[in-house]
């Protein structure tokens, strides 16, 4: 049976393979998996991490523990998506609480980017949240009108170019950590204003990805839990694609 694929790491090889759920539930009567099901999910996911974040916006900036707690939410968070994308049975409990701490990381973070940027870009935050939301939905209609397609050619150019994002932010973080890095990845030159681009480019692409292997997965019988691994799996595109283009807002501002 074809291995299903994505460029999301939470919707790879075998996660949603039919010939799987066959041979572990053979002969045992579960509740299937639907697409409806697992837009359900991210709703309630979305719903969490929005209340996270606008409580973590209001609250936590005015903490002399802010970078505390930033960053235990996003050490958390990643912990928790380790976890989910290892065991995809314990998204159905995990996946709240990873929407949760990613609600206050990003609320948080964004509180703090909204406050610099007041003067050269007031309302930064706000813009890139409506951003991400006009893609992500822009997306949704290429996907559901067909425009788009998840083509074998389509899947392995997404996925490949999704790795190589990574790979490129792994030695860049490597470099960092020895006082060097790749300053521009991070300044507001055109290269690095392209390369924001590009790669917020790729991120919305994945949501293409992301709505096949849901709609594979419902028509492999996977079982009802794997709606919250789907669910999780668009969170992960969609956060993923805020800070992309929170970080080209950024960029932009500073050339002002």
């Given amino acids: ?46 719903l969490a991490l929005i209340i996270a974040a606008g409580w973590a916006w209001i609250r936590i ?10 960053g235990g939410s996003a050490i958390g968070g990643f ?19 990873y929407a949760l701490l990613e609600g206050i990381f990003l609320g948080t973070l964004s509180a703090l980017v909204n406050a610099a940027f ?44 999704t790795m190589g994002i990574a ?3 792994v030695i860049n973080m490597v470099l960092r950590l020895f006082g060097s890095g790749m300053p521009f990845l991070h300044d507001s030159s055109p290269l690095s204003i392209g390369i924001s681009l590009f790669v917020v480019g790729i991120a919305a692409l994945n949501f293409i990805l992301d709505f096949d292997q849901i709609e594979r997965g419902a028509e492999a019988g996977a079982p009802k839990q794997m709606e919250w691994y789907g669910a999780f799996g668009l969170m992960l595109t969609i956060v993923w694609l805020y800070l992309e283009i929170l970080k080209l807002l950024m960029k932009l501002a500073n050339r002002r």
Wanted: glycine share 8%; proline share 5%; hydrophobic share 55%.
């Fill in 118 to 161: 007041a003067t050269r870009y007031p309302g930064i935050a706000g813009q890139a949240v409506l951003l991400t939301l006009g893609v992500a939905i822009a997306m949704f209609g290429l996907y559901y009108f067909r425009i788009l397609k998840a083509t074998p050619i389509f899947t392995k150019v997404i996925i490949m170019a």
């Fill in 1 to 46: 049976m074809e291995l299903f694929k994505s460029g999301n790491p939470a919707l790879s090889d075998k996660t949603f393979e039919s010939g799987r759920f066959a041979t572990e539930l053979e002969a045992l009567d579960y509740e299937r998996m639907t697409v409806r099901g697992a837009a359900g999910k991210f709703g309630a996911m979305m």
């Fill in 61 to 70: 900036p005015q903490s002399p523990n802010v970078m505390l707690w930033m």
């Fill in 79 to 97: 912990i928790l998506a380790m976890i989910i994308i290892f065991k995809p049975m314990l998204a159905s409990k995990l996946a709240l609480g």
């Fill in 167 to 169: 790979l490129f932010y």
